[in-house]
């Protein structure tokens, strides 16, 4: 059975640091590139970040370029999420996807397994 499951979303302070992990579980980890998305309410769910199998190349939103840094363990089945100098507009429910293209997709239909998501919010 395949499973994603996100964990460390909190409510965090702006400028603050926070890292999501991902543990990846039922597939072959190493074989699918990895991603985050995030849904703020009211809003459409977004493109984050992505990472190659091999972890050698990564791919960020506009939004987050320079502030989070998206890696994985392959050795223990995991993605991470750091994500420094939060904004209130970082605010959302934060998912990981798994998809077996060898590219970096941000398209979210290309993405075939899907985590339950974890809350981040960032207070001002």
């Known amino acids: 059975q395949v499973q994603l499951l996100e964990s460390g979303g909190r409510l965090v302070q702006a400028g603050g640091p926070l890292r999501l992990s991902c543990a990846a579980s039922?597939?072959?980890?190493?074989?699918?590139?990895m991603a985050w998305f995030r849904q703020a309410p009211g809003k459409e769910r977004e493109f984050v970040a992505s990472i190659t199998r091999n972890g050698a190349y990564t791919y960020y939103a506009d939004s987050v370029k320079g502030r989070f840094t998206i890696s994985r363990d392959n050795s223990d089945n995991k993605v991470y999420l750091q994500m420094n100098f939060l904004k209130p507009e970082d605010t959302a429910v934060y998912y990981c996807?798994?998809?077996?293209?060898?590219?970096?997709?941000?398209?979210?239909?290309?993405?075939?397994?899907w985590g339950q998501g974890t809350q981040v919010t960032v207070s001002s």
């Open positions: 039922g597939f072959t980890f190493s074989s699918y590139t």
């Open positions: 996807a798994a998809t077996p293209r060898l590219d970096l997709p941000r398209n979210e239909m290309t993405y075939i397994h």
